[in-house]
């Protein structure tokens, strides 16, 4: 167990493994806190969930198309190299699901992105319905938005309406959804609300070109700040 973990108990800290042995047949012999160990209960449960015959094909099926990303290239053949884009992965994942209608919640902001993605699934056979976030144009004041926490106060902002599209889809019926710029907790709406499983293709990061990981990547220099106690920047809490 690291230093930071001790003294919280049993609680699980896999970020801070010391030595990750869960993907090898150690895998009982992680640290005391590793739930592997102190979670038996709770995964032999979950694990049960599988065994739901809908739930064992779909986990088949992600394993199925995870083991599809990688392959031998001739000058490292002694290591799989990543061969499949996550596009590639939503498309053979759908394809071997036998999905036909595909929902795309989309955010206004990814609009050019939407209108290349649409027929792209379209001519791989799929029935697809998009739906920008901004549907049904409804006026931010109507969830108690106030005019200066507008991005632009003093004029007209519909609302973003992750459940809107959420219901549209499942009115549609679609078979598996496709998440794709949503902003931060609108898009945990829509996947509260959505029927049909979802996945996400990108997430919204307006600064960082929607790679939100460069935060990370940067926290030791550009964005030493994300490592302080400090706030985060922005408008001050009302
Ligand atoms: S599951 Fe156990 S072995 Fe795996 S990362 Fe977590 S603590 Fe480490």
């Known amino acids: 167990m690291s230093e930071e973990s001790e003294g919280r108990g049993q609680v699980p800290d896999c970020a801070r493994c010391p030595a990750p042995v869960c993907y090898s047949p150690a895998f009982m012999k992680g640290p005391p806190n590793c739930p592997t160990r102190t979670k038996a209960d709770v995964i032999e449960k979950a694990v049960a969930q599988y065994r739901d015959p809908e739930v064992a094909e779909f986990a088949r099926v992600a394993s199925i198309v995870e083991g599809t990303a990688y392959a031998r290239v001739p000058w490292a053949p002694g290591t799989p190299s990543p061969a499949t884009t996550r596009l590639e992965e939503i498309i053979g994942f759908a394809k071997r699901m036998g999905y036909r209608k595909l929902g795309v919640a989309y955010c206004v902001g990814f609009r050019e992105e939407a209108e290349i993605l649409v027929p792209l699934l379209e001519r791989r056979g799929f029935e697809v319905v998009s739906v920008c976030c901004k549907a049904g144009g409804i006026p931010k004041e109507e969830i108690g938005v106030k005019d200066e926490e507008k991005i632009i106060p003093g004029t007209y ?17 679609c078979d598996f959804n496709i998440a794709m710029g949503l902003c931060v907790g609108h898009d945990s709406l829509f996947l509260k609300h959505a029927n049909a499983p979802t996945t996400v293709f990108a997430v919204k990061d307006r600064l960082l070109g929607h790679n939100p990981l460069a935060a990370l990547y940067q926290s030791r220099q550009y964005y030493r700040r994300l490592r302080t106690a400090g706030g985060i920047p922005g408008k001050a809490e009302q």
Do not use: K, T
């Open 157 to 173: 902002e519909s609302m973003c309406n992750p459940i809107s599209q959420a219901e549209i889809f499942n009115e549609e019926g």
